[in-house]
């Protein structure tokens, strides 16, 4: 077998693979010999029909599945031999072979990148300090109370955090456009649930008024449709109405399930729980910086068969169906290049994924479950899940290792709680 390979750009391989005829001949001879003995035709005794015959009516048959069952054994022979990973399967290009020809056939491939050498891990990480304080904690019971409020319509102008009930209509460029009209929707002024500027505009409104808002979309807005354009929404106010919060007391805390200890049972759980998101927070911040300081120390180029193949994974995932083109053709080559690196990360230190932390993280996800052991038995009896989970753990091991034992450099900051949880939602966008 005869094998030479040409580099047509970047991370392209054209491999051409030549197998000799014999090798051809002898499997198609072969096959059609067992044939005669099995193979029924009309006027010949069972196991008695001539070799000709058989070669004649199966012949060009045989040679079609023998010539795709040897392009796919010596492309594997092929590929081991010139050591090469091809990303994503290759596209075949074969020549038809005639009996005492050769075969040759040409295998166009993308291949993993050859990083060579030790990974660059010569940046800095800052890891945050935080403490869960009882200020933080009577801020988050005072979200839970928002959220249990009860609203009294009232006749004065609306403050923030009243809501409003209102109609609108927009408009860009005296046009309308998807999603422009709304009828008696709720709106609490303040709630940032709206574009930048426009519940600002509504303080001081009363029920029956009118009022025009001039806005502007951001310009990462997802609708292309606007982004970044000027808008005017005509307004009517229906009614306004304040906050009624309820009081923290045993009731409040039955609302939230804690039948026992009341208030002061309410107040563990919710540290308890701010807590367990401080853990993951501080996971994430030092696992994002860490990435991105591999991405940027570790220039990478990745296979384009890959990052395609990201993206379509990517547009089946709710969260990031709202991005365009390029924001997705960016996301995905980001995860892909993370992916190389990291591999190589595991690769070059001999990390292996911890089965006693891939059990951690199972317990922790059932944890929230009513029946925590049929969540962790479904974990373990479903390969794809476990797959992803065990991947996650790898990644954490690789921050872990590149923190203990790499060259970046380590510096503690101190920081709050909410900081912590606006730098992570700013990070997802």
Known sequence: MQVSVEHTGGLERRMTVQVPAERIDQEVGSRLQSMTRSVRLDGFRPGKVPFKVVEKKYGKQVRLEVTDQIIYSTLQEALTQESLRPAGEPKIEPNESQPGEALEYVATFEVFPELGGAIDDNFSVIRPVVKVTDAEVDAMLDKLRKQRATWNEVERDARLDDQVIIDFEGKVDGASFSGNKGEKMP??????????GFEEQLVGVSAGDEKTLQVSFPKDYPSAEVAGKDAEFRIRVHGVSEMVLPELDDDFARAFGVADRGMAGLREEVTNNMQRELKQLLKGSLKDQVFSGLLEKNPVEVPRSLVENEIVQLRSQQEYQRLDTEALQNTAERRVKLG?????????????????????AVETIAASYEKPEEVIQWYYGNQEMLAGIQS???EEQ??????????LKLEERQTSFDELVDTARQSKG
């Open 187 to 196: 709106l609490v002024l303040g709630s940032n649930s709206m574009i930048p």
């Open 340 to 360: 190389v690196l990291i591999s190589e990360v595991v690769k070059q230190n001999q990390i292996q994924v911890d089965p006693d932390r891939v059990r951690e």
């Open 392 to 394: 996650a753990v790898l």
């Open 398 to 407: 690789v921050v872990d290792w590149m923190i203990e034992n790499g060259g």
